[in-house]
């Protein structure tokens, strides 16, 4: 029995990997904010901070799926430059996502995290990921949908020979 990581609707991993983070951007900040608005709830207040970790491990992944993927599939002339914004973006979102992580970690070492500033920034920080997410969502939605980058896989067709184009430079490949 052969077993495939990646199923063959899939033309690479990045499609399966992207929806994690976007499941801990929302969930996190919404565990926050109820923790914020009900004391009592005391018991979920480490959760936001476990998921905030894997989110940005996930995010990581997310991203490096997706630079991987930006090589491996087809890309129409048109949508370069988006790849290059959602990419940008991809990358900012990561970063605030890992940082989110390593401050809370560093936060909940100490006192700061029981008290109601420290709360509301947490809340805050979340809305902030949240729709860094999905602005950066927006973008690889616009890349599939609207563009058809990953519809077809595989790497960039070679170019048709055209009588008319001049032969690349000597000792170019």
């Given amino acids: 029995m052969d077993v495939q990581l990646i199923p063959t609707w899939a033309p690479n991993v990045h499609p399966m990997v992207v929806h994690f983070p976007i ?53 129409p002339g048109m949508a370069h430059a988006l790849v290059e914004n959602h990419e940008r973006w991809a990358l900012a979102t990561t970063g605030v996502f890992v940082g989110i992580a390593v401050l809370r970690s560093g936060v909940h070492l100490t006192k700061l995290a029981e008290r109601r500033a420290a709360r509301i920034l947490f809340v805050a920080l979340g809305v902030v990921v ?43 490949p």
């Fill in 130 to 172: 949240a729709v860094m997410v999905q602005q950066t969502a927006e973008r690889g939605a616009r890349l599939v949908y609207e563009q058809g980058v990953g519809v077809i896989p595989g790497p960039v067709p070679a170019p048709v020979d055209d009588p008319d184009r001049e032969p690349p430079p000597e000792g170019t």
């Fill in 23 to 75: 499941a801990m951007a929302i969930i996190a900040p919404g565990i926050d904010l109820t923790c914020l608005l009900f004391p009592r709830l005391r018991t979920f207040d480490r959760i936001p901070g476990v998921l905030y970790a894997l989110g940005g491990v996930f995010a990581v992944s997310a991203y490096v799926t997706g630079r991987l993927a930006a090589d491996a599939v087809f890309i």
